[in-house]
């Protein structure tokens, strides 16, 4: 079973950078297209971005287009997401997960089941 842990949140400037890593452990990460998801508080959790088992195609939500990249590392069992420009409404709670395969129009996880989440928190 694969197992996923983010890391890399924290504290940052409107306007300031982060990257996410999304570190994976256990067999067939290379099977898997994986998926960011964020959470704000007292809102639903909502899909940010997903990267297929290859890297070749991706999917990005409207609200971050143009700010954030997702890519991914095989080699290293690692997925990314590079935050730019960042918005004090991006401010939540950013969770990788496993999504299915089919990464349009949206991301769909592929299950219920969350890690403990990284928390990035965009304000000045």
């Known amino acids: 079973q694969l197992q996923l842990v983010e890391s890399g949140g924290g504290l940052v400037q409107p306007g300031g950078s982060l990257r996410l890593s999304c570190a994976a452990s256990g067999l067939a990460f290379n099977w898997h297209t994986i998926g960011w998801f964020r959470q704000a508080p007292g809102r639903e959790r909502e899909w940010v971005s997903c990267?297929?088992?290859?890297?070749?195609?991706?999917n990005i939500a409207d609200s971050v287009k143009g700010r954030f990249t997702i890519s991914r590392d095989n080699a290293k069992k690692m997925v990314y997401l590079q935050m730019n420009i960042l918005k004090p409404e991006d401010t939540a709670a950013y969770y990788c997960?496993?999504?299915?395969?089919?990464?349009?129009?949206?991301?769909?996880?592929?299950?219920?089941?969350w890690g403990q989440g990284t928390q990035v928190t965009v304000s000045s």
């Open positions: 997960a496993v999504v299915k395969p089919t990464v349009q129009p949206m991301c769909v996880p592929l299950n219920d089941s």
């Open positions: 990267i297929s088992n290859g890297g070749a195609t991706t």
